[in-house]
């Protein structure tokens, strides 16, 4: 399972599920880091990418 934390959420959360062995990205590391949600859920969708967010 892919994984992508959203900005509400802290880079280090990304850091520590890909170091705990989860394929895992925050959106800072694809540019998309002030990207409207709806781009972000397309891209999400697109990539097979589970969303981690707080909203």
Same mark, same amino acid.
């Given at each position: 399972?892919?994984?992508?934390? =959203? ?7 990304? *850091? ?10 925050? #959106?800072? =590391? ?7 949600? *709806? ?10 990418? #589970? ?5």
């Amino acid at each position: 399972m892919k994984l992508l934390v =959203d900005n509400q959420l802290p880079l280090a959360l990304a *850091r520590f599920l890909a170091a705990s062995g989860f394929d895992c990205q925050h #959106v800072q =590391d694809i540019g998309m880091g002030a990207t409207d949600d *709806r781009v972000i859920w397309k891209h999400a969708k697109t990539h097979g990418v #589970v969303i981690v967010t707080k909203d």
